[in-house]
């Protein structure tokens, strides 16, 4: 297999005839490894939150009860929230 670093533009309707033209070349596209997230560490000692919504019973209006999720996201600084 060759091995070549260049950009070659590629337009969504073109993908097709792109790769025809790579197949007869016999050239192929190089993909980075993919991402695998981490999962949450559950081997820790904090405990457990309680469940605040099993207290407060079943909600019988909207907007009475709102949840949240903090989402940690890496970039170049390091991570945000």
């Not at 060759?2 to 792109?18: E, R, S, Y």
């Not at 949450?40 to 709102?66: A, I, K, M």
């Amino acid at each position: 297999m060759l091995k070549m670093k260049a950009f070659i533009p590629v337009g969504k309707n073109l993908l097709g005839t792109q790769q025809k033209r790579m197949n007869e070349m016999g050239i192929e596209g190089l993909q980075k490894k993919g991402f695998k997230p981490l999962g949450t560490d559950s081997r820790h000692d904090f405990g457990y939150s309680p469940n605040l919504l099993r207290e407060l019973g079943q909600p019988d209006r909207c907007d009475q009860v709102w949840v949240a999720d903090t989402t940690y996201l890496r970039n170049k600084g390091g991570w945000s929230c």
